[in-house]
């Protein structure tokens, strides 16, 4: 356990409402999406105004030029009287957010809490995009040029020279996921894709290609979190941190954030990863999929590759990952994505996605911040 | 050589550059340091659509420096370039890049960073036995 922490066991938190929104290209403004996702949740959690709300959005200032965002979004919602934060750690703000949401539950200040993230970008043209997302990379190798897509190129480089994973390999990520997207209303890409068209897409950042990357996407996904039960109980949550410099780090093969992430859940829950029935991972490039796999315990260090291939993380294998289409055919609309997760988790553990059902009564969300700088895992329990 | 202006912290002597104030890891003020601008790739890669302020295709890669921190910096070209290589890092304009070293460039350094004869023919045949060896995988 981390100095500074407090061990003991932790009152039950339940979710008791989720909604979210259609991910994609949104004419909506943002605070309409967000209202979409948060009065869904509410609705179904039969709460009409929670004791707090949180608030998670990565960029609204730079995105819509609207700060204050907390308050902004909550008088949107009709919630002006309501007790309202905003949480931010970059992509994973909606991990985050949530976990605050939990906290508050758990330490007995509220016995509802509002979670509500989005974020919407499809307004701007992709370089633009780019630049603001890469404001949450090291300064000085942003100084360098550095995006995301550009760390993730020298990660993905890394990983095919140690002969950790193959082209093909990665590519089988993505088409396994636009495969389950194509089941969910919800997703960005409804349309599946070819290893062949995955390796032949466009050069982003060698040995990067397009097709390896997730969208650019608007969108909003809400839950609420109540100290009653319901059916899903929230069986773990952990944080895991690392350097805002990738080039600091003495391994770009694995994530030191995940595994510290994983290692708290994990604590936290009393199980190990043995117990995880699926999951949804942070996917926004394809070969993050693989790295996390193995670095939260899912699979044994080397195979997730052979893994992925095999079909076992297929929708009808033995562990299936990100049923939703993750990150990479759902879409990433930021801080929606980490709440976005666990909507699909807990749509899944109470069996309400239709085609894309499946079976199990612990799930696994996980969420990069950040080049791997902020990561949350979070495990869900149907109870 | 390009000497790199560095930072080393004085608990767990790790080794930062371009320098910092603070120790990443531990709430302590660093020592400045520098170190040599030679090195090996820890990775790399191209950028095929640069962001603004930048021209594609645009090389970036983060090399270990001999001094024990990690850099990041341009290259002209990865013609040739593979995890492992050694690299010589330049700053031209107060931007660094790394080049490349030929065979006869990495004679030249290790020539002059041997004590005496015995061990310059010693550094130089590891040199080569490093450059053969590279071909392969490493880790990173």
């Known amino acids: 356990m981390r100095p500074g922490k407090l061990g003991g066991s932790m009152p039950n938190v339940y979710i008791a409402g989720a909604g979210m929104t259609r991910v994609g290209r949104r004419s909506e403004p943002l605070q309409e999406l967000m209202a979409d996702a948060a009065h869904g949740a509410l609705a179904e959690a039969g709460i009409e105004q929670p004791g707090m709300v949180v608030v998670a959005a990565m960029n609204p200032e730079e995105f819509l030029g609207d700060g204050n965002f907390a308050s902004n979004v909550a008088t949107y919602l009709g919630l002006a009287d309501v007790p309202a934060i905003r949480v931010e750690t970059a992509t994973s703000s909606g991990a985050a957010a949530f976990y605050a949401a939990f906290a508050q539950v758990a330490a007995g200040l509220y016995d509802s809490v509002l979670v509500v993230g989005g974020e919407k970008m499809t307004h701007l043209a992709t370089p633009k995009v780019s630049e603001i997302i890469g404001r949450s990379i090291d300064p000085y190798e942003r100084s360098y040029g550095a995006t995301m897509p550009a760390l993730a190129g020298l990660i993905t480089r890394a990983l095919l020279a140690r002969k950790l994973v193959t082209l093909r390999e990665i590519a089988q990520v993505a088409v396994k996921n636009h495969a389950n997207a194509a089941l969910n209303p919800y997703a960005h890409f409804q349309q599946p894709v070819t290893p062949e068209e995955v390796m032949e897409s466009r050069m982003v950042a060698e040995p990067l290609r397009l097709l390896h990357c997730c969208p650019i996407s608007d969108g909003a996904a809400a839950l609420v979190l109540r100290a009653q039960r319901t059916a899903v109980r929230v069986a773990g949550v952990g944080q895991g941190t690392d350097t805002l410099a990738v080039r600091h780090r003495d391994s770009l093969t694995s994530f030191k954030a995940n595994r510290a992430a994983a290692r708290a859940a994990f604590e936290m829950a009393g199980f190990g990863p043995e117990r995880i029935d699926f999951a949804e991972l942070h996917d926004a490039f394809a070969p993050f999929e693989l790295i996390s796999l193995e670095d939260l315990g899912l699979v044994p260090p080397g195979k997730a590759g052979r893994v992925t291939l095999d079909g076992e993380t297929a929708r009808d294998g033995r562990l299936p990952i990100n049923p939703s289409g993750g990150l990479k055919a759902r879409g990433h609309p930021l801080a929606a994505t980490g709440i976005a997760q666990l909507v699909e988790c807990v749509w899944q553990l109470t069996g309400r996605v239709g085609a894309r059902q499946v079976p199990g009564r612990v799930a696994l969300a996980h969420s990069i911040g950040g080049l791997a700088t902020n990561n949350w895992v979070t495990l869900l329990e149907a109870v | ?140």
């Not at chain 2, 560095?6 to 531990?26: G, I, K, L, M, N």
């Not at chain 2, 013609?79 to 070293?101: K, P, T």
């Open chain 2, 1 to 140: 050589m390009t000497e790199i202006a560095a930072s080393r912290c004085p608990r767990c002597q790790a080794v930062v550059a371009p320098p910092a104030t603070y120790c990443p890891w531990h709430p302590v003020a660093m020592t400045p340091t520098t170190v040599p601008g030679v090195g090996e790739i820890v990775s790399f890669t191209t950028l095929h659509s640069a962001p603004e302020g930048f021209r594609s295709p645009l090389h970036i890669a983060i090399v270990e420096l001999e001094g024990g921190a990690r850099f990041v910096c341009h290259g002209d070209e990865t013609r040739g370039l593979r995890i492992g290589s050694s690299v010589a890092i330049e700053a031209i304009d107060d931007v660094y890049y790394f080049s490349h070293l030929g065979a006869l460039e990495r004679a030249r350094l290790f020539w002059r960073r041997a004590g005496h004869a015995g061990d310059r023919v010693n550094a130089i045949a590891r040199s080569l036995a490093k450059r053969v060896l590279n071909r392969g995988t490493r880790a990173s």
